[in-house]
């Protein structure tokens, strides 16, 4: 049995409080080696070129996907998957077993292309020891680094088109 998200989604906003107080060092994508990816497994089929471009960049691109259905669908046996239906507790908190796969993966930039309020990626997002977290606004927490602003109906390869640009825009000197 699960209880509602209200424990994590108050565990979010408390780390999110905190963030203003992490060290962030800003990245260039050129300077950048490690790349994490975290995204929604419904949203598969839009990700999956933008991974593409980052490795034609010749980046390392670590993946974290999030899934919410009953079955985990077929995907790369390298990405990490994090299924709500076994890898959470009752708190809807990432197991110990996935928080240690995830805060072990190298990144020098964390891009989250969630969608919505995904307490589980935004706490393992706020926890990892990553240089740089760029993502989306998203309501009243700030969450990363680099915030991207975007129109309501703006779409995940939109969001990834900002982001490029900007990382590719920003002097770390």
Known sequence: M????????????ALAGQSGKRQS???TLKDARHILVLFN???RDVVEPCLKTLRTLNKNVNVCVYV?????PEMNPSYMVV?????LDMWYMPTDEIQKKFYSCNADILIDLTQGNNYVMQYLLLKHPGTLKVGAKN????????TISMTE???IKHLFEHI???LQTISSK
């Open 83 to 87: 299924h709500a239906k076994t890898d």
């Open 68 to 72: 919410s259905g009953e079955t985990v």
């Open 153 to 155: 109906n703006a779409d």
């Open 41 to 43: 497994a419904e949203d």
């Open 139 to 146: 309501g009243e927490l700030d969450l990363y680094d680099l």
């Open 25 to 27: 060092n800003f990245c």
């Open 164 to 166: 490029l640009f900007y």
């Open 2 to 13: 699960r209880l509602t998200n209200h424990f994590i989604r108050k565990k979010v906003k």
